[in-house]
Nanobody, 115 residues
């Protein structure tokens, strides 16, 4: 059974930084893409950033230049360094992993940015 465990969320003031981590376990197969999505109250879940197994990245326009995704394939872990945080970044952040043709999700970690 594949499990994704996130950590690193919390409360931070605008302009501050947080680093999210997500470790995947239980897969017999390599992970194709790992990434982060977020969902704010009353809004749809949206892609924040993802990274393929060979390092190709994609970012939402709203976070480009502020957030950086990285990945340790040996540890099946993905990170999201979030700098210059804004109140509009407040959301539940979910880790995501694509293994073969199946997408797995973490339980989510809350990020709150105060103004």
């Amino acid at each position: 059974q594949v499990q994704l465990v996130e950590s690193g969320g919390g409360l931070v003031q605008a302009g501050g930084s947080l680093r999210l981590s997500c470790a995947a376990s239980g897969s017999r197969f390599s992970i194709r893409t790992m990434g982060w999505y977020r969902q704010a109250p009353g809004k749809q879940r949206e892609l924040v950033a993802d990274m393929s197994s060979v390092g190709t990245t994609a970012y939402a326009d709203s976070v480009k230049g502020r957030f950086t995704i990285s990945r340790d394939n040996a540890k099946n872990t993905v990170y999201l360094q979030m700098n210059s945080l804004k109140p509009e970044d407040t959301a539940v952040y979910y880790c995501n992993a694509l293994i073969m043709i199946t997408t797995f999700w973490g339980q989510g970690t809350q990020v709150n940015v105060s103004s």
